[in-house]
C-alpha cells in the first residue's frame, strides 16, 4: 500500500503483476482472497492523495464540535472518518 493510502498501492517493482494469478490458483483450491479495508482514510492534506481530496471536497468526513475534520489515530497514523449517516459519504466509499 502506498503511504497507507486507501485504493492504492505502490507497484514500483511490479510485484502486483502477477496478482490476478494469484487469485486465480487461490480459488481453484477453493480458497478466498479477501483484502481489507479500514473505514478510515489517511489524512493528508495538503497533498497528493486524491481520495483524501475528494472526500474534503464532498465534505464527507466526521467533524469534531468547531467544525473541524475529526482525524484519530490508526495504522495509517492520522486518519479521517467517513460519517456513513450521511448519504454522500456512502456514495463516495
Known amino acids: 500500500m502506498k503511504d497507507y493510502r486507501d485504493f492504492e498501492y505502490n ?10 494469478t494469484f487469485i486465480d490458483e487461490l480459488h481453484a483450491k477453493d480458497k478466498r482472497y479477501v483484502p481489507i479495508l479500514d473505514a478510515a482514510i489517511a489524512a493528508r492534506a495538503g497533498g497528493d492523495y486524491e481520495a483524501y481530496n475528494d472526500a474534503i471536497n464532498k ?11 475529526y482525524t484519530g489515530r490508526v495504522w495509517p497514523s492520522d486518519a479521517a472518518f ?7 459519504a456512502s ?3
Do not use: H, Q, R
Open 11 to 20: 507497484d514500483v517493482e511490479g510485484s502486483y503483476k502477477d496478482l490476478p
Open 59 to 69: 465534505d464527507i468526513f466526521v467533524k469534531t464540535e468547531s467544525g473541524e475534520v
Open 82 to 88: 467517513p460519517d456513513f449517516f450521511k448519504d454522500s
Open 91 to 93: 456514495a463516495y466509499w
